[in-house]
């Protein structure tokens, strides 16, 4: 499970980075989901980062495999 401190200072790396910043002046925040998922809150994202041995995988290409898949159906544990 992750911190809440932690969980405050993360963000969507996709919504934080150059051409794909997204608008407003706190881009990207996310959410825990299942204890072991961090959501980015940002519309139209969709992407979802797995939490693997307590260790949040933050990298675009790996919450990209995921933006399909409805919060709902995400596999607990994630794989990895």
Do not use: S
Request: hydrophobic share 35%; net charge negative; glycine share 8%.
């Amino acid at each position: 499970m992750i911190p809440q401190d932690l969980l405050e200072a993360l963000r969507c790396p996709h919504c934080v980075t150059g051409a794909t910043r997204a608008a407003g002046d706190d881009p990207g925040r996310v959410a825990a989901v299942r204890e072991v998922w961090i959501v980015c809150q940002e519309p139209g994202c969709d992407r979802k980062y797995p939490i693997v041995d307590d260790i949040p995988d933050m990298r675009i290409e790996t919450a990209d495999r995921w933006r399909a898949t409805p919060v709902g159906r995400l596999p607990v544990p994630p794989p990895g």
